[in-house]
């Protein structure tokens, strides 16, 4: 199932959909825990920007490294040796801001990943403000689907979720769910976030200027990096080891041996 011209938002009872609405950006945060006011920290962001008719027209990942402890390696699988060399979210503010500029925020459980958003750049002195928003969760149950969690409701909704808790895959099993229950409400991205945000649909916000093209580092990026790291690693060892003199190695077993002839008690013959 596929991001396309094929998935095309119904028109709802509002303004139609057209070149002026707004593009999407649907976003998702891995986490080293709940709140950031306990000082948890974004360690992974993935956004993927839709236009107003569902064609994908960006992707953009990054681990993150949180300038402190993972957290819950066990829920998203991120360890402290893959953010080892990942930039800080300082380095990364910009390039996520010129995603999320002039579009509809979209995430699951949206207070979550906009407060957690809201953090970051205000602890780099920045107060943003995430609006229009848009809660693929509260969709679900407002579209009537039983499930919450994003996991049932892609399987509700007969969508694909191959690695729950990367980021990316997250972002792209979001969009592809706010589509589908978009269809079957028959309403646009910008109808459905004026429901949500009590008519509210232009971005109130103007995103400050911040530096932008810095270095990222995927998952799969850090993992080559880590496994290639520790192939030149057992191959060091393998040759301290191999280039050692079999004499010596020889010498020492019958040094041992002789140690252990000394300790024996003498008998007289």
């Given at each position: 199932m596929g991001l396309g011209r094929e998935w095309a938002?119904?028109?709802?009872?509002?303004d139609a959909v057209g070149a002026a609405d707004l593009d999407i950006a649907v976003v998702d945060v891995e986490?080293?825990?709940f709140s950031p006011r306990h000082h948890d920290r974004v360690v992974e962001i993935a956004i993927v920007r839709l236009s107003a008719q569902g064609e994908r027209l960006d992707e953009y990942e990054s681990l993150v490294n949180p300038e402190r402890d993972v957290g819950p390696t066990h829920v998203h699988g991120i360890t402290a040796r893959d953010v080892r060399d990942a930039p800080?979210?300082?380095e990364l503010a910009g390039d996520v801001a010129a995603r999320l500029q002039g579009a509809i925020f979209v995430a699951h459980n949206v207070g979550f990943d906009s407060r957690f958003l809201a953090a970051e750049y205000a602890r780099l002195g920045h107060e943003v403000d995430l609006t229009p928003r848009l809660c693929t969760m509260r969709l679900a149950g407002a579209t009537g689907l039983a499930a919450r969690s994003l996991d049932a409701c892609c399987a509700e909704c007969g969508i694909s979720l191959a690695d729950h808790h990367a980021a990316l895959c997250d972002a792209r099993a979001e969009a592809e769910l706010l589509l589908t229950l978009l269809r079957r409400c028959d309403l646009s991205a910008r109808d459905a976030a004026a429901e949500?945000?009590?008519g509210q649909v232009a971005p109130a916000f103007a995103w400050p200027s911040l530096p932008s093209g810095a270095r990222r580092l995927t998952r799969r990026e850090s993992t080559a990096r880590c496994e290639a790291a520790s192939s030149l690693r057992r191959r060091a060892r393998a040759a301290r080891v191999g280039?050692?003199?079999r004499r010596r190695r020889r010498d020492r077993r019958l040094h041992r041996t002789a140690r252990s002839r000394a300790g024996r008690p003498h008998r007289d013959p």
């Open positions: 938002l119904g028109k709802g009872s509002g986490t080293t825990g800080t979210f300082s949500f945000n009590g280039g050692r003199p």
